[in-house]
């Protein structure tokens, strides 16, 4: 609908027009709302209430900050596609959306795309809480390009595709910290970039998988194809421990002739 630019620092739910981070000459001003894309402009806009927006998006030093001044049980949920365009790249003015020292948001709900620019994440996680995040995970093609960059905080499941951009270091996800599970496929950068820098868990799906690139780009595709308990040694556990081994010991496999000499011991 329209793009909305922060005109001050301040609280989201502020809406004077002394005080309050949106434009207007008189209070109350307009908040943004369904369909507006939202730009932090110089400014830090702290969200403190649910938001719902199209898009959240980062054009200049500016960016939108959770903080440890509002704990829970005031978790505020986003429903927004989070885009890192341009950015400044110091440690107050990392990422569109910043979440510090302890503070603590609920669910994140729209996808997040990381900018061209090293440090340009789209969420930066110091220390924080998030609750889920529902969308797609695109980082950029430079080094330390993020969409999602977890620095010691704690994330709850992840549903979406994440895809590595184009250069080393181009994690859709680096996580220094604590999430929970990701459902959805991993999709590497064309130059074979994997998607994600830490510990993860991948949920077992047959709709997920893991893409890798060859040299030209074109992907290669590892599928969930595993052999049949017959043919796994029994006892084997397999297939993210869903799957048990039952091939018997024993047998014979054949006449067997043995060489030796010749440069070593040969078995046919």
């Known amino acids: 609908m329209a793009i909305i630019v922060a005109v001050r620092s301040g609280n989201w739910s502020d809406t004077s027009h002394v005080t309050g981070p949106w434009p207007g000459a008189?209070?109350?001003?307009?908040?943004p709302g369904v369909g507006d894309t939202v730009?932090?402009?110089?400014?830090?806009?702290?969200?403190?209430?649910?938001?719902?927006?199209?898009?959240?998006e980062a054009t200049g030093s500016g960016y939108f900050a959770v903080s440890n001044v509002y704990p829970a049980p005031q978790r505020p949920n986003i429903t927004a596609a989070i885009v890192n365009a341009a950015i400044v790249n110091?440690?107050?003015?990392?990422?569109?959306?910043q979440i510090n020292n302890g503070g603590t948001i609920g669910d994140i709900t729209g996808d997040l795309t990381a900018?061209?620019?090293?440090?340009?994440?789209?969420?930066?996680?110091?220390?924080?809480?998030?609750?889920?995040?529902?969308?797609?995970?695109?980082?950029?093609?430079v080094d330390g390009a993020w969409a999602v960059y977890n620095d010691?905080?704690?994330?709850?499941?992840?549903?979406?595709?994440?895809?590595?951009?184009?250069?080393?270091?181009?994690?859709?996800?680096?996580?220094?910290?604590?999430?929970?599970?990701?459902?959805?496929?991993l999709i590497c950068g064309a130059t074979g970039q994997f998607p994600i820098f830490g510990?993860?868990?991948?949920?077992?799906?047959?709709?997920?998988?893991?893409?890798?690139?060859?040299?030209?780009?074109?992907?290669?595709?590892l599928s969930n194809d595993y052999p049949a308990?017959?043919?796994?040694?029994?006892?084997v556990e397999y297939d993210r421990g869903t799957q048990t081994g039952?091939?018997?010991?024993?047998?014979?496999?054949?006449?067997?002739?043995?060489?030796i000499g010749g440069g070593g011991i040969r078995i046919f």
């Open 152 to 185: 010691g905080g704690t994330i709850g499941d992840i549903t979406g595709d994440l895809t590595a951009g184009d250069a080393n270091s181009a994690f859709a996800v680096y996580n220094g910290g604590t999430i929970g599970d990701i459902d959805g496929s």
């Open 90 to 97: 110091n440690e107050t003015a990392n990422g569109t959306l």
């Open 229 to 235: 308990p017959a043919d796994v040694r029994s006892g």
């Open 199 to 221: 510990p993860f868990r991948l949920v077992a799906n047959p709709a997920n998988n893991v893409t890798f690139c060859q040299p030209n780009g074109n992907p290669w595709t």
């Open 26 to 31: 008189s209070t109350p001003t307009t908040k």
């Open 39 to 56: 730009q932090a402009g110089e400014f830090v806009v702290e969200i403190d209430e649910d938001v719902h927006v199209a898009m959240l």
């Open 115 to 141: 900018g061209n620019v090293d440090g340009a994440w789209a969420v930066y996680n110091g220390g924080g809480t998030i609750g889920d995040i529902t969308g797609d995970m695109t980082a950029g093609n």
């Open 246 to 259: 039952e091939m018997a010991a024993g047998g014979s496999i054949g006449p067997v002739s043995i060489v």
